[in-house]
């Protein structure tokens, strides 16, 4: 399958989803009525005033603040039948800067946000998941990039999946899923941002085909084995460089354990071969490891470990290994604690073995606490700190933020006071930044 121009695709990608929209509104209408149904609609509204010190993430020199108002119209969605649940988070995040006002975000490209799941026939042996969002992600780490900031280095990722299987009952324990999943991403790059030495975002789609058999030995024990073909494009397709369509066959064995009453333990392994269109096959191999621990009511701990191969923002196919760890505490106090060693190697082609490539190394740790005040009233606190090494540069950077808030909650009416302080120190002077971010925000879902 040859790759889409992007407006033909876009174009099509637009009347899709209204088609598949407008099946899924009527075929309850076509099908005997429910006995029950849930439907709601939330309209919401916020409102924000934030001071920016250093809007561009610019060395100390060079720092430019900025007041931005926000003001974010949305809507809260959810539909719950017998054959279809759908819920539906979407907004207009509007966004005027008093100084630079040419970063204003009004168009209406730019202000969408939202998260959209529609499920078809729930709990039964055919189903078909419906997932899109729109949402801002960095479009390379190694460059200037903070969570706070809307702009510098971030992309609009608009992403859509669409998930028909079929379970197919073979013994009391055995089943076998068929299942078919296409995914489309196309990426819009923010608009009057800094110019950085980066490269494009690469828009996506391919299709997934899968065979899975599950086999429930036991209330606590589930085997799984599967086979899944993948045809990828990408529209910068570009074979021998960074992005190349390629074809992808994966083998994989899993296990789910409940140990006791409260731990749960999962693993798969998986091999793994690639077709690229010009630079041939390789192979590999994936990992998914994991395990929950309920040591309490309040009190969960998790660790998880992935080895696998994703598409990236703008370097084509990347290998990425991520271990996490989760302590969550709940109680009067509550607290998250998340520690990580992430590993994304980029290569150009070869994915195991070429000596051409670049690598994002982070390891860190971040912390959220609250504590109730009053019966309306929370304080918080929010901490992280990410050490980064990035090849083939050699960059070194220590990248930390804290920030307490204030917020009170009356029923569905809120209001936050925040302040947050975000550095990053790179041993390329050029890459350092400092960042104060005062915001006084109200919200109410009406």
Known sequence: MKTLPNAVRNSQLLLFVSVLMISLFLLPLLTPVSVWARFHVTPK??????????IYLDPSKDEDGDWITVIEPGLLFSWDTANLKVDLDYSLQF??????????????????????????????????LAQGDISRVVVDESHRTSDENEFINRATLYHLLINPS???????TLAAILGYRFEIATYDQVEHAKEYDYEEPNDYHQHIYSLILE?????????????????YHTE??????????FTRHDIALGIEQKVGSRLTVRARGGLVYFDFDESGREDGRTWNLGLNYEVSNSLTLEAAYTYDYIPSVSRGLSKG???????????????????????TTYAEGEIDNSADYTEDKSTGASLTLSYPLSR????????????????????????????????????????????????????????????NIGMLEVSWEM
């Open 95 to 128: 966004r005027y800067f008093g100084d630079n006002s040419y970063l204003n975000e009004t168009s209406f490209k730019d202000v969408q946000r939202g998260t959209l799941t529609a499920t078809l026939f729930p709990d039964k042996n055919f189903t078909v």
């Open 376 to 435: 309306h009233v929370s304080a918080n606190l929010n901490t992280d700190y990410t050490y980064w090494k990035f090849k083939p540069e050699n960059e070194k950077a220590d990248r930390y933020g804290i920030g307490p808030s204030i917020e009170y909650n009356f029923k569905k009416f809120n209001v936050s006071l925040s302040y947050f302080y975000r550095v990053n120190n790179s041993d390329i002077n050029e890459n350092d930044y400092r960042n």
């Open 166 to 172: 079929y379970r197919l009952r073979l013994t009391s």
């Open 236 to 245: 910068e397709n570009d074979p021998g460089e960074i992005n190349e369509d």
């Open 321 to 343: 290994e991520d271990w996490s760890g989760f302590i969550r505490y709940s109680r009067r106090l509550s607290a998250d604690l998340h520690v990580y060693y992430t590993k």
């Open 215 to 231: 086999d429930k030995l036991s209330p606590r024990t589930l085997l799984t084995a599967g086979y899944f073909f993948t045809d």
């Open 45 to 54: 509204i916020s409102a924000s005033e934030t001071y920016n010190d250093n």
